[in-house]
């Protein structure tokens, strides 16, 4: 299993706000910025925040990104249809390799 | 356009070679780190090797350490990994990927379409 750990589903409705976690530990992100991606099926990654809580330009204000010591969460606010989604937190390791989550499936009821 | 384009993928025996080519075009190549990450059918993403702007830092995961081999050509614009000794847990779609700055470890805000190997008899 993966080093940085996500629940393996989300889901919401529409308009609802919805959060995934992502726990490492103080080799990863608890000494390390964590980065969040979303993945549509058969398509690249896309990343949604990085350095913890930046929006890159063109990623819409719903998406949040917050840590705390070793968890790091990813918020999606006014859920859309369209963000049902793969998600995936990210975050370098001092072993000196870089770790992705597991992958949340998130499904928008 | 800033853009990658990845090159090379295929179908390998057990053991064989491969060497995947990543093209990078609007934007100066040189200035950033770049990474490959894989990603196995229906499973999640998986991070590969990174290389320096300079070519002078390399880093691997451990399951590929002493197989693969990250490089590049600053002056082509392009990225490569040779993949010796292949094995069928390496067949995945292969993506390579421009980290943001030096400052943002894992932080990829570019990507290609991927380059499908596989590695099977």
């Known amino acids: 299993q993966s080093v940085l750990t996500q629940p393996p589903s989300a889901s919401g409705t529409p308009g609802q706000r919805v959060t995934i976690s992502c726990s490492g530990s103080?080799?990863?992100?608890?000494?390390?910025?964590v980065n969040w991606y979303q993945q549509l099926p058969g398509t690249a990654p896309k990343l949604l925040i990085y350095?913890?809580?930046q929006r890159p330009s063109g990623v819409p204000d719903r998406f949040s990104g917050s840590k705390s010591g070793t968890s790091a969460s990813l918020a999606i606010s006014g859920l859309q249809s369209e963000d049902e989604a793969d998600y995936y937190c990210?975050?370098?390791?001092?072993?000196?390799?870089?770790?992705f989550g597991g992958g949340t499936k998130l499904t928008v009821l | 356009e800033v853009q990658l384009v990845e090159s090379g993928g295929g179908l390998v025996q057990p053991g064989g070679s491969l060497r995947l080519s990543c093209a990078a075009s609007?934007?100066?190549?040189?200035?950033?780190?770049m990474s490959w990450v894989r990603q196995a059918p229906g499973k999640g993403l998986e991070w590969v090797a990174n290389?320096?702007?300079?070519?002078?830092?390399?880093y691997y995961v451990d399951s590929v350490k002493g197989r693969f081999t990250i490089s590049r050509d600053n002056a082509k614009n392009s990225l490569y990994l040779q993949m010796n000794s292949l094995r069928a847990e390496d067949t995945a779609v292969y993506y390579c990927?421009?980290?943001?700055?030096?400052?943002?470890?894992?932080?990829?805000?570019?990507w290609g379409q991927g380059t499908m190997v596989t590695v099977s008899s």
């Open positions: 103080s080799s990863n992100i608890g000494s390390n910025t």
């Open positions: 609007g934007f100066t190549f040189s200035s950033y780190w």
């Open positions: 350095s913890n809580n």
């Open positions: 990927a421009r980290e943001v700055d030096s400052s943002s470890w894992m932080a990829f805000d570019i």
């Open positions: 990210a975050a370098w390791d001092d072993s000196l390799n870089g770790r």
């Open positions: 290389i320096k702007q300079d070519g002078s830092e390399k």
